[in-house]
């Protein structure tokens, strides 16, 4: 793991010199105003008393600015203490052997305080910086694998070092940055694994912080490798369900193409066969049969075209004022309803519905063929349409199963069939029912017949035009 760093702008040294030029200040004002303090007692306190009183401002200047301004501070305070306490006053001159070892050995217990003070502060720093580090790095371990967990990581490298930009790259390309674009080259560029560096932009760090960094890049490389490899996975995983669900709606479609093709192809081989004589009734149930295929055969093309243009959003719509109990009708005679009985109760005086007729009969086939299908014997289907004041409504109402709330919506979704029980196909009907219904300006839903079944509602809007127009 390399770790390269370059000189940044003189700005980014003005921290530790703010420091020093606050501790200087410190050790000139404080022995200064010690002695203005303690000249009225120059006569009532001893040498000793005196000196150790000058300590104070000298551990003050150790603790703003560290040892320099500190030993400053003692030989100011011993300069001091020996021009206005020491006689003969406003001398440097020392009478006393006893007096030169007092200032001797307060220059020297001043000087040790200063280091002292100096090595707890810089072990304090270290210690909370260490501790940071530590809560960063558990947080980056703790943190779920994510691209958001990869973000709170370098926001809290950028505040925790105080950098002005973080960045992780991987293979030169930058998956995440925080803080604004940066200016010139980056003060920190950290190997974090696999092709992935973390760079940052702000002040110097010392080398302890540097090593620290170094493991904050090995957890940012490993966090974003992770997300990426899960990514992938996931990617993976989306592509294998694609091709599970390709292969099943090809199964599906190539049922339902192969069948009603088997049943003609059958019928047509049995009435071109020259040794079998037919009798006039074999002769039209081939016929039939062949009649049927088709007709299925054309209902699935046709509808498998009518979602390849739902989906790429080509449906040809044309609204205008339309009967609704005109498309009822033609709907009702061309639906093969399986021999459940119809009961329609659409008056001929309702107001014209804002629809395109063919789209229209299209959606009330389907519904209506779904219905069929889904009613148990001698329960008929029933179709009511009413009007409202800015709108007409038709329900199709059956008497089968119906739906459970949590698959109402899903069985709009294409090739959903969820009661294969009563049907087969390629549960195509009302994809297309609820996606030519909402080409219109309609709504489709389902709800719940009173005592049991499925009544699909059509919503449309009112025409401008025609009887009963708003």
Known sequence: MGISTTAGPAGRRF???RRTAAGLV????????ATAVLAPARGHLSLASLVLLFLV???AAAAAGGWVPAVTAAVVADLLVNYFFVPPYRSFVVATGDDVVVLAVYVGVAVALSVAVDLAARHRATAERRDAEAALLATASAQPIEQASLTRLLQQVRTTYRMSTVALTDNG???ERIGPPPQGDPVLSVAAGGGSRL????????AEDRRALARLATAAGRTWQTHRLAGEAARAAELAHIDRVRAALLGAVGHDLRTPLAGIKAAV?????SDVDFSPGDRAELLATVEESTDRLTTVVDNLLSLSRLQAGVLSVHPGPTALDAVVARAVLT???????VEVDVPDDLPWALADPGLLERVVANLLSNACAASPPGRPVRLAGRAGRDHLRLHIIDHGPGLAEDDQDRAFAPFQRLDDHHRGGLGLGLAIAKGFTEAQGGTLTPGRTPDGGLTMTITLPLAATGPGAP
Not at 26 to 33: F, L, M, R, S, Y
Not at 199 to 206: A, S, T, V
């Open 269 to 273: 081989s049995s009435l071109r066969q």
């Open 26 to 33: 410190a050790a000139t004002i404080g022995p200064v105003a």
């Open 15 to 17: 921290g530790p010199v």
């Open 173 to 175: 390309r930058t998956v």
């Open 199 to 206: 760079l940052g932009w702000g002040p110097h760090l010392f």
């Open 335 to 341: 639906t093969d309803t399986r021999g459940t009985a």
């Open 57 to 59: 401002p000298v551990l």
